[in-house]
């Protein structure tokens, strides 16, 4: 075989590589639908008899706070006590119960449930040898372009998903919105940021590809996570707080908020992954600092992928210091994590799409 024939057998094989690749993301795309369908089903025909744990909880924390009567044994008039006044300045002041979960403790929905989780696990195996046989089609870290970068990132948002359903946390409520956005991610991927498979440019051969950007896509599934916990924080904590002003919530709030963990939970939850992964966002800062001395002669240069790097460092290390040292729990850190993420999101979409620089190297 002469040296050009096997050329163009290698070229063959990356091709059909890259193929397969392309068949694995449409595939694990499939299963995911069935998956965003049976957790659909979870939350439709979970039980809603044993949901209302959250009224009945605010219901007796009233009744415990309510004003003592002390009657004479004179039969003389009822002396009302003064009624205690109970502040509420954070999440976590108030003692409610978590949700039972999107099933509502049905054994009903909870198959369903069992069943979009198998079913997520098995997309997230397919989607994770799409992008396995998208590395091996160019013999590199499958990460040099939007398209890669994208399906890297939603097969990593899935598997940190798992990893906590794993470790027993209580996340299952998690899997609807993943699985939806998931499937948004991969549809723009697959239609608008496609990338053929290809090298890269030299300046990007670099162990350092390796270290800063898989840093970067874990970080930033994590981060999303945390944005999660942070929208069904301010929904539970606005549905906590009409019943305990004494409003009454719509159907939609009780039949589906009340199966959430309460919002000292979910804040407490946001909290704790964002602040686990922010040092390693700090590191991933630092080692594009390194890869760029190495690749352009300057560490920082306030290309506008570093500057927005660093203003979501900045954004989050706002946050982390109004929680420890502000005391800012509830609402207002939610509004500080929710800005952070959205820098995050920018750097990650806006920077690429709509601004040119350094890191501006296959088109999307």
Known sequence: MTLAAATDLAAATNEHLANISNTLIYSAMAV??????????????????????????????KKADAPAVAVN?????????????????AAGQRDVPDGPGAHG??????????????????????????????????????????????ITFSTV???????????????????LPLITTVLLDLGLAVTVLYTASDQLVPALH???????????????????????????YLFKDNYENKLATGGTPGRFANSVLDRLPSSASLDKFAYRVNAAVFPLWTFTIIAGAIWAGDAWGRYWGWDPKETWSFITWVAYAGYLHARATAGWKGRKAAYLALIAFGCWLFNYYGVNIFVSGKHSYAGV
């Not at 874990?218 to 944005?227: L, N, P, S």
Request: proline share 1%; net charge positive.
């Open 206 to 232: 670099s162990y350092w590809l390796y270290i800063h950007v898989s840093t970067a896509i874990f970080c930033g599934a994590v981060f999303y996570v945390g944005a999660v916990a942070t929208i069904m």
């Open 73 to 89: 044994k004179a039969g003389g008039t009822a002396v009302l006590e003064r009624p205690k006044v109970v502040v509420r300045s």
């Open 157 to 175: 948002a899935v598997g940190v998903y798992l990893a906590l359903l794993a470790l027993k946390k209580n996340v299952r409520w998690l899997g």
């Open 32 to 61: 995911y639908t069935l998956a965003f369908f049976a957790y659909i089903a979870e939350w439709l025909f979970g039980s809603r008899s044993k949901v209302g744990r959250t009224a009945a909880a605010l219901t007796e924390a």
């Open 105 to 150: 403790g049905d054994e009903q929905g909870d198959l369903y449930g069992r069943i979009a989780i198998s079913l997520t696990v098995l997309a997230f195996l397919v989607e994770l040898g799409g992008v396995v046989a998208r590395a091996a089609s160019v013999e590199r870290a499958p990460w040099g372009n939007m398209y890669e970068f994208n």
